[in-house]
Structure formats: structure tokens, C-alpha cells
């Protein structure tokens, strides 16, 4: 049967082709399964290791683990109706973090939930997903979100390392002047919580800055295209308040200026009183 070897090796090729694809984009592949509620093509790209920091089912690690979560994960999304639309993506040094809206139905209404998912491979069989989000809009409740990564080399410079020093100062001022004239800073919770331009940029953070200082976040992982930079953090501190480390991750955008067009913020942290 000459055919045979030449079955197997299309067989191959069609194999390699999969793997190399769903390597390329593994978030778009990520929540396909998860909408899917089918973790198999995930397997066959990522034979080695798969691991999920996930806000609401904490730390899932292995196949076993990862169908279960999956499968559960289509069930709670088919109950909301829920529609994913892509914000924006920042690729660089072999991380993913793509910003989403997830679309939620229920109780006659329907909601805008931002969540952002960082996918990073350790090696061609093995991936990590971390997912960033508030569940405000969803539940009504803050949840404390334990520290993920440990603090990294890495910093932002240029207008972000700016933003972020402001931050830390708890200095309204500076912290506005990093924004382009129409910027915006978009809460967790999503576009309700939406500040845009001087006037409201300076009302807000005059307010965050009011349990008696600044916000202290310590790098974990940046991810700088050099058009949006995506900071993963683990906030420690709120004003004179040490906070248990919860994790988080803010998304920087710059403007053709230099000045920050937009902050997108993904944490669940809650202001101290």
C-alpha cells in the first residue's frame, strides 16, 4: 500500500499545522474551548503542561482540571447569554494580553464586563492563561484576588513610568498630566466608571488619592508593544493603608503625542474606608 506513508505524513503536517496556528493566537483558541465547552483542541496544541489563573475558579493545573473548568465555564456563560468582543491585543516578548468585553443578558438588562487574558508559553507544549477582571458587575461583591506572579525586573518608562510614579506619590496633578486632553481612565467595572479629560481625570484621582495617599503596585510583568503597554501588578498598598496583595493588570495606551490615550484597569481591589 504505497499510499499509506503518504496518508500519514499529510496526517502530520495537518497536526503541525494546528498546533502552529493555535500557538500563534492561544486566547482566541482559549475561549473558543471555553464557549465551546470542549478542552480537546487545547490538549492536542499544548500536550505538556496548561495551567488557568482564573478569578472565580481559582488556579486550575492539568488536563483533568482543565476539561472540568472548561465544561463548567460553557454552562455559566450559555446562562448569561454571554457575547465576546475583542478590544485590542498587545503582543511582545512572547506574552498575549488581549482586552475583551464579555456581554452578559440577564434580568431584562444587558452589561459590558471587561476582562483581560494573558497567555504566555514557557515552551512549545506548555501554556499559561491568566484572567484579570472585577466581578462587580457581575455579583455585586469585591473578591480579594491573591498575588500570581512574583515582582519582575522589568519597569515601564516614558509616560507610563510617569503614570505610575504619580500613582505611587498619590500626586492628582502629575498624574493628570500624563494624559492626552481627551484621555481617558476606565474603572473595573467597566464604562459606567469611565473618566474623560482634565476636569473629570483630576476629580477622580483627588479622590482615590483620599485614604491618605497613593496607590503602591509592585511590576510583576509588562508587556510593551509600543503602542499599549499591559502591566501585570500586585497592589500592596492604598494611601496609609497596607493591603493583603491582590493582583491586578492595567493596560497603558499612548496617543500619537506620547501622553496616555486611555488606562484600562482589571483588578477587583476595593479603596479601603
Given at each position: 500500500?504505497?499510499?499509506?506513508?503518504?496518508?500519514?505524513?499529510?496526517?502530520?503536517?495537518?497536526?503541525?499545522?494546528?498546533?502552529?496556528?493555535?500557538?500563534?493566537?492561544?486566547?482566541?483558541?482559549?475561549?473558543?474551548?471555553?464557549?465551546?465547552?470542549?478542552?480537546?483542541a487545547?490538549?492536542?496544541?499544548?500536550?505538556?503542561?496548561?495551567?488557568?489563573?482564573?478569578?472565580?475558579?481559582?488556579?486550575?493545573?492539568?488536563?483533568?482540571?482543565?476539561?472540568?473548568?472548561?465544561?463548567?465555564?460553557?454552562?455559566?456563560?450559555?446562562?448569561?447569554?454571554?457575547?465576546?468582543?475583542?478590544?485590542?491585543?498587545?503582543?511582545a516578548?512572547?506574552?498575549?494580553?488581549?482586552?475583551?468585553?464579555?456581554?452578559?443578558?440577564?434580568?431584562?438588562?444587558?452589561?459590558?464586563?471587561?476582562?483581560?487574558?494573558?497567555?504566555?508559553?514557557?515552551d512549545?507544549?506548555?501554556?499559561?492563561?491568566?484572567?484579570?477582571c472585577?466581578?462587580?458587575?457581575?455579583?455585586?461583591?469585591?473578591?480579594?484576588?491573591?498575588?500570581?506572579?512574583?515582582?519582575?525586573?522589568?519597569?515601564?518608562?516614558?509616560?507610563?513610568?510617569?503614570?505610575?510614579?504619580?500613582?505611587?506619590?498619590?500626586?492628582?496633578?502629575?498624574?493628570?498630566?500624563?494624559?492626552?486632553?481627551?484621555?481617558?481612565?476606565r474603572?473595573?467595572?467597566?464604562?459606567?466608571?469611565?473618566?474623560?479629560?482634565?476636569?473629570?481625570?483630576?476629580?477622580?484621582?483627588?479622590?482615590?488619592?483620599?485614604?491618605?495617599?497613593?496607590?503602591?503596585?509592585?511590576?510583576?510583568?509588562?508587556?510593551?508593544?509600543?503602542?499599549?503597554?499591559?502591566?501585570?501588578?500586585?497592589?500592596?498598598?492604598?494611601?496609609?493603608?497596607?493591603?493583603?496583595?491582590?493582583?491586578?493588570?492595567?493596560?497603558?495606551?499612548?496617543?500619537?503625542?506620547?501622553?496616555?490615550?486611555?488606562?484600562?484597569?482589571?483588578?477587583?481591589?476595593?479603596?479601603?474606608?
Open positions: 500500500m504505497p499510499w499509506f506513508p503518504d496518508f500519514i505524513s499529510a496526517v502530520e503536517l495537518v497536526r503541525q499545522q494546528t498546533r502552529a496556528a493555535g500557538q500563534a493566537d492561544p486566547v482566541t483558541q482559549y475561549l473558543t474551548a471555553l464557549n465551546n465547552g470542549d478542552a480537546r487545547l490538549e492536542d496544541v499544548w500536550p505538556g503542561q496548561v495551567v488557568v489563573h482564573d478569578p472565580r475558579a481559582g488556579e486550575i493545573r492539568g488536563h483533568r482540571q482543565l476539561r472540568r473548568f472548561v465544561s463548567q465555564n460553557k454552562s455559566w456563560l450559555a446562562e448569561r447569554h454571554a457575547r465576546i468582543e475583542t478590544v485590542a491585543a498587545t503582543l516578548g512572547g506574552r498575549a494580553v488581549v482586552e475583551l468585553l464579555a456581554h452578559l443578558a440577564g434580568d431584562g438588562r444587558e452589561l459590558a464586563w471587561p476582562v483581560a487574558v494573558v497567555a504566555e508559553s514557557p512549545d507544549r506548555s501554556v499559561v492563561f491568566r484572567t484579570y472585577s466581578q462587580w458587575p457581575v455579583d455585586g461583591r469585591r473578591h480579594v484576588r491573591p498575588a500570581i506572579l512574583p515582582p519582575g525586573d522589568a519597569h515601564p518608562s516614558d509616560v507610563v513610568g510617569r503614570y505610575q510614579a504619580a500613582l505611587e506619590a498619590g500626586d492628582a496633578e502629575a498624574i493628570v498630566q500624563t494624559f492626552a486632553p481627551d484621555g481617558y481612565y474603572e473595573p467595572i467597566g464604562s459606567p466608571a469611565t473618566h474623560r479629560g482634565t476636569a473629570e481625570l483630576r476629580s477622580f484621582f483627588a479622590s482615590r488619592f483620599g485614604a491618605g495617599g497613593g496607590i503602591g503596585l509592585r511590576d510583576c510583568a509588562v508587556t510593551d508593544d509600543g503602542v499599549r503597554c499591559a502591566v501585570e501588578y500586585t497592589c500592596v498598598r492604598w494611601g496609609s493603608h497596607d493591603l493583603v496583595p491582590q493582583a491586578g493588570l492595567g493596560v497603558y495606551e499612548r496617543g500619537p503625542g506620547g501622553l496616555l490615550a486611555a488606562a484600562r484597569i482589571y483588578d477587583d481591589i476595593e479603596a479601603p474606608v
